[in-house]
T-cell receptor, first 117, second 115 residues
Framework: EDQVTQSPEALRLQEGESSSLNCSYT??????LFWYRQDPGKGPEFLFT???AGEEKEKERLKATLTKKESFLHITAPKPEDSATYLC??????????????????FGQGTILTVHP | GAVVSQHPSWVICKSGTSVKIECRSL??????MFWYRQFPKQSLMLMAT?????????EQGVEKDKFLINHASLTLSTLTVTSAHPEDSSFYIC???????????FGPGTRLTVL
């Protein structure tokens, strides 16, 4: 069974204080690892997809990296508007690998990020 | 691009009634749509996957007779919660993707409260 564990559960930063969020995963065969941002009472907003170990992607103050066992979301010089819950999800290879549904995403519990001014 | 809408954004209903939630892909054709449920301070749990024109595939533990899913067109999927009870109160979120794409784009969610 696919599993995703995110740490820490909650992270408080001062504005400008860089840090990283961790996503550890086990999957039968990784098709893709996804990062989303979710604001309270809203649906997840797509950030990145990573497909293979060593891959990196950047968007503004965010940078996502991937190894064979985990992914990191690095936040450089965060601002208060970066406060949100960050979700990590994995998608397994094959129509039925890791679940009954092709394209199924298995989500972690999320990291609640709060950036204080 | 890649905008997904949901309607209604929130709904309050009495126990025993049925509620329909719509999920639309506004600027792309969604061959596959997914329905998730999220309880407070918990992550998203997949309920079912629907492909246009075919029956939905439900995750283990999800009652298909209670949560009716219809994906009649490439831009619309509906979730009907039948005979709703207070324990069905939750945040329901849909997502959509096109054929060949891995990315799923999520709707804004529907808050269901059953009294």
């Amino acid at each position: 069974e696919d599993q995703v564990t995110q740490s820490p559960e909650a992270l408080r930063l001062q504005e400008g204080e860089s840090s990283s969020l961790n996503c550890s995963y086990t999957v039968s065969g990784l098709r893709g690892l996804f990062w989303y941002r979710q604001d309270p009472g809203k649906g997840p907003e797509f950030l990145f997809t990573l497909y293979s170990a060593g891959e990196e992607k950047e968007k503004e103050r965010l940078k996502a990296t991937l190894t064979k066992k985990e992914s990191f979301l690095h936040i450089t010089a965060p601002k208060p508007e970066d406060s949100a819950t960050y979700l990590c999800a994995v998608q397994a290879l094959g129509p039925n690998a890791g679940g009954t549904s092709y394209g199924k995403l298995t989500f972690g519990q999320g990291t609640i990020l709060t950036v204080h001014p | 691009g890649a905008v997904v809408s949901q309607h209604p954004s929130w709904v309050i209903c009495k126990s025993g009634t049925s509620v329909k939630i719509e999920c639309r892909s506004l600027d792309f054709q969604a061959t596959t749509m997914f329905w998730y449920r999220q309880f407070p301070k918990q992550s998203l749990m997949l309920m079912a996957t629907s492909n246009e024109g075919s029956k939905a595939t439900y995750e283990q533990g999800v009652e298909k007779d209670k949560f009716l899913i219809n994906h009649a067109s490439l831009t619309l999927s509906t979730l009907t919660v039948t005979s709703a009870h207070p324990e069905d109160s939750s945040f329901y979120i849909c997502s959509a993707r096109t054929s060949g794409d891995n990315e799923q784009f999520f709707g804004p969610g529907t808050r269901l409260t059953v009294l």
